[in-house]
């Protein structure tokens, strides 16, 4: 039984569609179709973005870097599409939001609570937006405290919010503590390492069209779980734990770090939507050799 419990919400398996993965609301059905137990959607902005020069999303040989620019339709236009979506799936749908403006944020987190997500996945941290946008106010533990806070107080005290953090802070611990001050419910971590930049050396040219991108894929795992393992010991807050997890053993490493959900986006790119499956496969065949009946005994075991 793979079934874990988040903020009183159940989730069928712990492992969730990280945000931006898939990209237009369409393609959001894999999530459930191919055996997830959660899904985020990709994060929606004030205005329509039509995101990043292309290509946005390149393989290199330890995972990817992508520059999606936060593709998407707004949220005027775009909160209707998703009001649908979350009616249609069965699973926790996770609306993810995205603002450098503490007041930007109020409003799409109250535009999108009355479509009746699980949570709302405040995005602190996009990589790829800050000379256009600015810095994102995930980057200081005093922005992050007043996003989430002025979010918390316009949100009805049921709604459920989730910090979404960035590894590429000098105390993730410490950013995760002001979110929980403020009043956030949950963190998940980590958004991507970077950004970085691949050139194609035979074109003498960045292989990206924004030249720079955030960095995911089994190559920045270790850092993922250091995160989860530091923001553990720093707040009493649920985790929703991400970055590289391609296995199941990934998956068992994630939850003794510390985290009770486990998102699996990248391995996606890398390996196809089978994945799911087999990691859920593998999850129940760990459970049985090692005589456990359920998953959420796991969860911060590496710190006992
Ligand atoms: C984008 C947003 C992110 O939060 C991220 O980690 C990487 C890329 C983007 O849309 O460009």
């Not at 990709?42 to 039509?50: C, W």
Request: hydrophobic share 45%; with cysteine.
């Amino acid at each position: 039984m793979l079934k874990v419990k988040f903020l009183g919400i159940e989730f069928e398996n712990p492992l969730v569609m990280p945000s931006g993965i898939l990209q237009e609301v369409a393609a959001h059905y894999l999530a459930e179709k191919n055996g997830l137990g959660g899904i985020t959607t990709k994060s929606m902005t004030m205005e329509p973005r039509e995101g990043n020069p292309l290509p946005r999303v390149i393989k290199y040989e330890s995972g990817i870097l992508n520059s999606v620019g936060l593709r998407n339709p707004g949220i005027a236009k775009g909160v209707g599409e998703w009001e649908k979506f979350i009616k249609a799936t069965r699973i926790p749908v996770l609306a993810s939001v995205f603002a450098v403006k503490v007041a930007d944020f109020v409003h799409l987190a109250t535009e999108v609570e009355k479509i009746h997500p699980a949570m709302i996945e405040l995005n602190l941290s996009c990589p790829n937006t800050v000379d256009e946008l600015g810095q994102p106010l995930g980057m200081g533990v005093e922005s992050t405290g007043a996003a989430v806070k002025a979010v918390r107080k316009a949100l009805k005290p049921e709604t459920k919010i989730l910090a979404k953090l960035s590894p590429n802070v000098g105390n993730i611990g410490e950013v995760a503590k002001a979110a929980e001050a403020a009043g956030a419910d949950a963190i998940s971590a980590i958004n991507t390492v970077g950004p970085g930049m691949v050139i194609d050396i035979k074109r003498k040219k960045p292989m990206l069209g924004n030249i720079v991108g955030g960095v995911s894929g089994p190559g920045i795992r270790p850092v993922a779980v250091r995160c989860v393992w530091d923001i553990y010991n720093s707040v009493k807050l649920p985790i929703l734990g991400m970055g590289g997890v391609e296995t199941a053993n990934d998956v068992v490493e994630m939850m003794l770090a510390g985290a009770t959900l486990v998102g699996v986006g990248s391995a996606w790119y890398r390996h196809g939507f089978g994945i799911y499956n087999q990691i859920k496969t593998d999850l129940e065949i760990y459970m049985k050799e090692n005589k456990i009946n359920n998953l959420q005994e796991l969860v911060g075991g590496a710190h006992e």
